[in-house]
Nanobody, 120 residues
């Protein structure tokens, strides 16, 4: 049974930081990514990383502020978010795939339920 469970979402003030975690079980991913979605808007891919951590991509809105990392021994992926802005408010999801083809072309297989981030 494959599970991706996100945690770490919270309400913070503008300029603050949060670290999201995504625990993966039941699947050995070769690619892991973070997405976010605001109700009524399309899902936005914001960060993707291969298992080795050698191929990382960020969307322009988060580049320089967010960092994706992972602990493969714990099958846990992190998203460090700094200098948060109100426009970062969204539900954040992690997703896993068998291979990485960047933010737009990766065929994501599994996704978690999400964790809410609110920036005011």
């Amino acid at each position: 049974h494959v599970q991706l469970v996100e945690s770490g979402g919270d309400s913070v003030q503008s300029g603050g930081s949060l670290r999201l975690s995504c625990s993966v079980s039941g699947y050995t991913y070769n690619c892991i990514g973070w997405f976010r979605q605001v109700p009524g808007q399309e899902r936005e891919g914001i960060a993707v990383n291969n298992r080795e951590g050698t191929s990382t991509y960020y969307s322009d809105p988060v580049k320089g502020r967010f960092t994706i990392s992972q602990d493969n021994t714990k099958s846990t992926v992190y998203l460090q978010m700094n200098s948060l802005k109100p426009e970062d408010t969204a539900m954040y999801y992690c997703a896993a795939a068998g291979s990485c083809l960047g933010l737009e072309s990766t065929a994501w297989i599994y996704r978690g339920q999400g964790t809410q981030v609110t920036v005011s």
